[in-house]
């Protein structure tokens, strides 16, 4: 630690000069330099697609780039491969973790470890005690990976990287996963390893959560620089404009509505997971009101994959007087008949299941919709070409045309078209998974706006995110959900992001109990 | 140096050039096959690929091979679209032969119109039984099709074999293993004047054109094409995979069965022990030669039935093993999975990283 303290005055951890790289098609890196001191806790900034990605991949080594040099303290380096980077004391924590369910805490570690690392370390376990203590991360090394949550995964995850000595952290969109209580443990353990030293790189959406704890930001746009700043002068508003341009319009507060009618509900719905490392589903009671948006958080794997894949027919056990979709008992109708019925489904992976991706964007409007355009068993290619571009211009689908393959489309712009073609078939109830993740900012504007304009036409919309403003923006009434129980469902101006975090870390679920027991 | 690098999408090249490449290679590896045979490679290409297609009679022998093939190819080629790998044609072909054959042997001092038709039909249904069972496993048990498939074609084989020495053998046929002769009400119709080209033939242009129409224009065939391509889609847009299932292979199964009942009421005349050399494996090697896609199922299949017909004719003229054949035909899979790796693959000269 005192070398690096020594060095912290004098000249940069890391220095990026002209970082260049072309794909085929796209130059994701443009001559991109950027600096980053010993202790730093740095942004790094932008849409989907600016190439943000592409740049800390050549950081770590995993991504060669066509041009440009990478200085490590001072000295010109060659990061060939991400090995090559730990030893040089980089670590990264990528979006999707990289951990064996089946194997404990300690394995896990132990697995990227080279066996010098491993020697000079001793005591493995010991090790993972000692860190976890200091800086407050609450690791237990003889833990199964499967029993841990999400959230507890990204900390072996960071955990992984400290026992390395790290000198630079990477961490790609950390907080997607987590509850708000959990974000301040994890800006705790951020800032803690900052006061010592250790450089940090941060890559996320959210703006509110830059200017809170880090001290520069570089903001790329388009694969190019184009500007940094220090959050702390500066507001969500004004860092979001250097990233999308001036263009782009800012999502405002959006008018609730309340209905009257019951369209769809779940009573008692108790489910057993399908397999080892799935949530069943607890005694869910809900209902939908025409005209609603009810919202429902909660970190993933928590129950909500289970809940929509019962309710879509995906998942086709069948229940008994547990669904209804207009006063009638869904739950032994196959998916198909589900949806012939008026329900239509948004969900979360959006290519390999909510489009075909060798397919055309006419072939994956088929996929859900056959309505009108098919006659006698034969399909009616021509109207289908004919509604399948008129879909990409309702909703600004940037493609080539209907014949584009849904693969060859950018997640947000796939995103839009899926949400086009589901709500194309005037639904009675849509049920939507994390309409915007990973979309961009005008891309998710245009989905809220299609969300709310569904709603405002009488369609009941369960939404379904990890991303907790999102749901205090769009939703009406709000729950939350932790391991397959459901919290109660509240109006959403009655209620507070504080206590929808506390329900999803699961405090709910005492309290009824207790009232069950008092009863 | 030169390194293997990922397309970052298929080629559509490759696609349609891979088979011609796997062609071209495998007639350079039998070249020196021939050669280390101590034959002139250039003769035995010439026997093997040009003298099937050299005189009126030789094509029609060919398009009599060719018919089983494509018969069953089609439907390999729907079952392979929908990611049902049914390895049983070969099995649901010897049911076919087997059960239009009891159908056909009642008809055998009849002239009835029906006769014709009711064998047809009792080979079709044998078919699909055969395959009926193996997808009854599947669906209901989730067993390996591969696994089931394969062993019941050797269960089928048997059961005719049994049959041919038993129930079915001929009582006047001096206790040879074969059936006695149908009856002329019960073969089917020769299509031209010279050779033996049948309706079973036609019968196999129809289907793949069929299938086509099937895959391109109808709902289900869309339905087929979306739970090969992408199961996960398939079960979010509450398609039945269930009836997928069970149509792609009760279609192969028809088909598969109507091959075999056209070979022993067509050219066979009679049920035999040798219905088939192999048709319903090597339909594999065409449906994947075909690029699974039905027309193309008709070329791969013409280019197999020349194979098979200058199999004999290298055997009767150069002396040539007739297991030359069965060879050149793993050889051109070997080459055509192998050249395939390059629609997702291409080789890059290896450039050290610019500075």
């Not at chain 1, 393959?405 to 997640?411: C, D, I, M, P, Y």
């Not at chain 1, 992001?497 to 506390?502: H, K, M, R, S, V």
């Not at chain 2, 090969?228 to 398939?234: H, I, K, R, S």
Request: hydrophobic content about 45%; proline content about 4%; some cysteine.
């Amino acid at each position: 630690m005192s070398e690096t303290l020594k060095n912290q005055s004098s000249r940069p951890r890391l220095e990026l000069l002209n970082i260049t790289k072309q794909y085929p098609g796209c130059l994701a890196n443009d001559q991109i330099c950027m600096k980053l001191m010993p202790g730093e806790i740095h942004a790094l900034l932008g849409e989907n697609g600016a190439g943000k990605s592409t740049l800390v991949k050549t950081i770590y080594g995993v991504v060669a780039p066509d041009a440009g040099q990478i200085l490590w303290d001072g000295h010109e380096v060659e990061v060939k491969s991400p090995s090559k980077a730990r030893d040089l004391g980089i670590g990264m924590v990528f979006q999707h973790f990289s951990l064996f369910e089946t194997l404990t805490v300690a394995q896990n570690i132990e697995l990227c470890l080279s066996r010098s690392q491993l020697h000079s370390i001793g005591d493995l376990a010991e090790r993972i005690r000692d860190l976890s203590r200091t800086y407050g991360l609450n690791v237990d090394p003889d833990r199964f990976v499967h029993s841990l949550s999400i959230g507890e995964r990204q900390r072996v995850e960071i955990m992984r990287c400290l026992v390395q000595s790290v000198k630079l952290l990477i961490l790609d969109e950390p907080t997607s996963v987590l509850t708000p209580q959990e974000v301040a443990g994890l800006f705790t353990v951020l800032k803690k390893l900052s006061s010592e030293g250790c450089s940090i790189l941060f890559i996320s959406h959210k703006l509110h959560e830059v200017t809170e704890i880090c001290h520069n930001a570089t903001i790329l746009r388009g694969g190019k620089f184009v500007g940094d700043c220090e959050p702390a002068n500066e507001t969500p508003a004004t860092i979001a404009k250097m990233m999308v341009g001036d263009l782009a319009e800012q999502d405002a507060g959006y008018e609730k509505a309340f209905g009257e009618t019951i369209v769809f509900t779940a009573n008692n719905l108790s489910l057993t997971a399908k397999h080892p490392f799935g949530t069943a589903l607890k005694q869910i009671n809900f209902e939908l009101y025409k005209g609603e948006i009810l919202g429902i958080a909660g970190v993933a794997g928590n129950g909500q994959e289970e809940l929509m894949s019962i309710i879509s027919g995906e998942d086709n056990r069948h229940l008994k007087n547990m669904l209804t979709l207009d006063g009638r008992d869904i739950g032994t109708q196959s998916a198909g008949l589900r949806r012939r019925n008026g329900l239509a489904y948004v969900p979360e992976e959006r290519l390999g299941r909510g489009a075909v991706p060798e397919m055309s964007l006419s072939e994956n409007t088929l996929l859900t919709h056959s309505r009108g355009f098919v006659k006698s068993g034969l399909v009616n290619w021509k109207a289908l070409k004919e509604y399948a571009k008129s879909l990409i211009s309702q909703y600004s689908v940037k493609c080539h045309g209907e014949f584009s393959e849904a693969k060859s489309l950018s997640g947000g712009n796939l995103q839009k078209f899926i949400m086009g073609r589901e709500i194309g078939q005037n639904p009675k109830v849509l049920i939507c998974a994390h309409p915007t993740w990973g979309v961009d900012v005008g891309a998710a504007l245009a989905i809220h706006q299609a969300l709310l304009q569904l709603r405002d036409q009488g369609a009941a919309i369960l939404l379904i995110s990890e991303d907790i403003d999102e749901l205090f923006l769009l939703a009406d009434r709000m729950a939350a959900v932790c391991d397959g129980h459901l919290s109660p469902v509240v109006r959403a101006e009655e209620t507070s992001i504080d206590q929808i975090g506390q329900w999803m870390a699961g405090t709910f679920i005492n309290e009824s109990e207790q009232q069950e027991a008092l009863a | 140096m030169i390194q293997v690098q990922a397309r970052t999408e298929p080629s559509t090249l490759m696609t349609f050039a891979s088979p011609f490449l796997a062609i071209v290679l495998t007639l350079i590896f039998g070249s020196l096959l021939f050669t280390a045979l101590d034959k002139d490679p250039l003769q035995a290409l010439h026997v093997l690929l040009i003298l099937p297609l050299s005189d009126a009679y030789n094509i029609s022998e060919m398009l009599v091979k060719m018919g089983p093939l494509l018969l069953c190819a089609v439907g390999l080629a729907l079952c392979y679209r929908a990611n049902m790998w049914n390895i049983g044609a070969e099995g649901q072909l010897l049911a076919g032969a087997l059960g239009g054959s009891a159908v056909a042997l009642m008809f055998i001092d009849s002239n009835s119109a029906l006769a014709m038709p009711l064998t047809l039909l009792g080979g079709i249904l044998s078919g699909m039984a055969w395959a009926g069972i193996a997808t009854f496993l599947k669906v209901k048990f989730n067993s390996n099709l591969i696994l089931t498939t394969i062993m019941l074609n050797y269960i089928a084989l048997y059961l005719l074999i049994w049959a041919v020495h038993g129930p079915l053998r001929d009582p006047e046929g001096f206790g040879f293993p074969e059936s006695a002769l149908f009856s002329d009400a019960t073969l089917l119709p020769v299509l031209s004047d010279s050779g033996r080209v049948h309706l079973g033939v036609a019968f196999a242009i129809v289907s793949a054109l069929f299938a086509w129409f099937l895959l391109s224009k109808t709902h289900l065939g869309f339905k087929i094409r979306v739970y090969g391509a992408d199961e996960p889609a398939a079960i979010y847009a509450g398609y039945n995979s269930k009836a997928i299932s069970w149509f792609v292979m009760l279609f192969a199964g028809a088909l598969a069965g109507l091959a075999g009942v056209s070979e022993v009421a067509g050219p066979i005349g009679q049920l035999t022990p040798n219905v088939s050399p192999g048709y319903g494996y090597s339909a594999i090697i065409v449906a994947y030669l075909g690029r699974l896609h039905p027309a193309g199922a008709i070329v791969a299949a013409i280019f197999l039935a020349i194979l098979y017909m200058g199999g004999d004719l290298a055997q009767i003229e150069m002396g040539i093993p007739i297991a030359v054949v069965g060879m050149f035909q793993g050889i051109l899979l070997f080459f055509l999975l192998a050249c395939d790796f390059f629609i997702r693959y291409r080789i890059v000269p290896y450039r050290e990283k610019m500075a």
